[in-house]
């Protein structure tokens, strides 16, 4: 692979942390839902700092799209949401990886699993099965700190009320929003029970999310019945 000149043509506030960067990639040679590029920023000096994101959408062109969380003390994502301007240059390597993708094609159910900002590349999946008229049922737990923290809040209100068969599911970490039943915490075999599909429907299970997270929800799918050969898994951690 190799590096693509790209430029910022548009970008959306999805929480107080969190933008969606719209990038034009002349050529770009087109993605699957899942997978991921690196992006790099050059200084003045010539330092350069490269750090990988998922894709939020499916191909669209010359366009694609990633949403980057702010990281205190990021040497990259706080540029990105606070100090990079349309039109601003940045390059482009991807797209990579193989496995933890979803293609319309495919009609097994799926259940997706995110913490947090690991809700991106599965984002990507729920706007493919959309775009492609896909019937193949779908279910989202999303587990995130407060109301606040959701990404993509409205479009998946709008998804749930008219996308037959989208199911999604919160469990709040920290707070809950008003008139929600039950305490915040963080997601447990019950949620999964209770909100997942049963392991006898052999769905593919896609799960994203901080290390530890992804190694919980794993570990209680495969308790489950699941086979673990159905449960892919993307993780996020601290660069360096």
């Known amino acids: 692979m190799r590096w693509q000149q790209a430029r910022l043509v548009h970008r959306r506030v999805e929480t107080p942390t969190a933008h969606t960067l719209v990038l034009q990639v002349p050529g770009w040679p087109a993605h699957v839902p899942g997978q991921h590029v690196d992006l790099r920023l050059t200084a003045s000096d010539g330092y350069q700092a490269a750090r990988?994101?998922?894709l939020a959408a499916p191909a669209d062109g010359d366009r694609i799209e990633v949403t980057v969380q702010r990281v205190p003390d990021g040497e990259v994502s706080p540029f990105l949401v606070d100090g990079y301007r349309e039109g601003d240059p940045i390059e482009v390597r991807g797209p990579i990886g193989g496995w933890f993708v979803w293609r319309p094609t495919q009609t097994d159910p799926v259940l997706l699993v995110a913490g947090g900002?690991?809700?991106?590349?599965?984002?990507?999946?729920?706007?493919?099965r959309r775009a492609a008229g896909s019937r193949t049922p779908f279910r989202l737990i999303y587990s995130v700190r407060t109301p606040t923290d959701v990404f993509y809040a409205d479009e998946l209100r709008r998804r749930v009320r008219?996308?037959?068969g989208l199911d999604v599911a919160y469990?709040?970490?920290r707070e809950a929003p008003d008139g929600w039943t039950g305490e915040p915490h963080r997601l447990g075999l019950a949620d999964v029970n209770t909100h997942g599909w049963p392991p006898e429907l052999t769905p593919l299970v896609y799960v994203c999310g901080p290390t530890g997270f992804v190694e919980t929800v794993s570990d209680l799918l495969v308790g489950l019945g699941h086979p673990a050969r159905r449960v892919r898994?993307?993780?996020?951690g601290p660069t360096g």
């Open 233 to 236: 898994t993307e993780r996020f």
């Open 162 to 164: 008219d996308d037959a």
């Open 171 to 173: 469990v709040y970490t």
């Open 117 to 128: 900002s690991g809700l991106v590349p599965l984002m990507a999946m729920i706007r493919a």
């Open 52 to 54: 990988s994101y998922s």
